[in-house]
């Protein structure tokens, strides 16, 4: 296998960052559209967990009784 080669590595990098690649605006753009179902679904996601969590403890203690 071919050790790739210094000009590879620079158009690889410039594939990244030219105009139709990532930039830092086009990456927080993304990011920014995505907070708002970020911050909805981590909070129902938890929500979930410790519902869950708590049923299955007040099950356990019924078991006990």
């Known amino acids: 296998m071919a050790s790739p080669s210094p000009e590879a590595m620079s158009d690889f990098i410039t594939a ?4 139709n690649g990532i930039t830092a605006n086009s ?3 993304v990011l920014t559209n995505l907070v708002p179902y ?8 938890l929500g ?3 519902v ?7 099950a356990k203690a019924k078991v006990r009784m």
């Open 16 to 19: 990244l960052t030219g105009t």
């Open 27 to 29: 990456l927080w753009g």
């Open 38 to 45: 970020l911050v909805i679904i981590i909070p129902v996601a």
């Open 48 to 50: 979930f967990y410790f």
């Open 52 to 58: 869950r969590k708590l049923i299955k403890g007040t």
